[in-house]
């Protein structure tokens, strides 16, 4: 298998990490889908980071649904999927709001850093700004974390992956928004899944 995309894509990077998570080899490139346009396309013509090449040579484009193809492929021992129906749907519902999340921090960044400043959508940058508060607000009421430092399990699971990779994503591009709205709870378990080797082995 082959991952195709930047470690600063925290959906390529949650991808990286889960492979990694699930003992599942896999050879990484990294390609920007900005500036490796002509090698992207060749990837995949809608230059979509991450892009996964699998065994077989099928393009899979998405985090959500290649992650879900790598959940049927490594061993169920292995899956950062709960298998109880209420511990899987409190982790789908978290996961949801740090995807979000990931959303709305790469939107923000691209509306400061990618738009030229005479075509900048205030308005359009005011909602993201507003949604990006209230889905932190939310994850911070939401998580709670039991005696091993998880959220859903006794060992890593999808949804610490994505929550650890969205906050990152925000410290790193958007640090004003982490320095006041990130809660130190939120800062305190991101700053334990970095120090993992898990996460410094696809370290941004
Ligand atoms: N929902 C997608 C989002 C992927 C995404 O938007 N990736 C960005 C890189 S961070 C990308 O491909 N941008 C280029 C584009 O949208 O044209 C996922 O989970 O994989």
């Known amino acids: 298998m082959k991952l195709i995309g930047m470690l600063d894509s925290p ?44 065994d077989e040579g099928t393009l899979l484009i998405d985090s959500t649904l290649i992650l879900e193809y790598l959940d049927r492929k490594c061993s169920a021992d292995c899956s950062l999927f709960p298998k109880d129906l209420e511990q899987f749907t409190k982790s789908q519902y978290l996961i949801g709001i740090a995807l979000t999340l990931c959303d709305k921090a790469v939107q923000l960044f691209m509306e400061y850093n990618r738009r030229p ?64 709205h990130v809660s130190e709870k939120l800062k305190q378990f991101s700053s334990e899944m970095e120090a993992t080797s898990l996460f410094r082995e696809f370290n941004f």
């Not at 396309?41 to 996964?52: H, R």
């Not at 911070?140 to 994503?169: C, E, H």
């Open 11 to 54: 959906y390529v990077r949650r991808v990286a990490i889960s492979l990694k998570a699930m003992e599942l080899l896999f050879e990484h490139q990294q390609l920007s889908v900005f500036s490796d346009t002509e090698k992207m396309k060749a990837v995949n013509p809608l230059m979509k980071a991450p892009s996964l090449i699998t």
């Open 117 to 180: 400043p005479e075509k900048f959508y205030q308005e359009w940058a005011d909602r993201i700004d507003e949604q990006l508060h209230i889905g932190l607000k939310l994850l911070d009421q939401q998580v709670t974390f039991n005696n091993m430092g998880y959220l859903v399990d006794t060992r890593i699971m999808l949804a610490d992956i994505t929550i650890a990779v969205a906050i990152k994503y925000i410290k790193k591009k958007l640090p004003d928004l982490y320095q006041e």
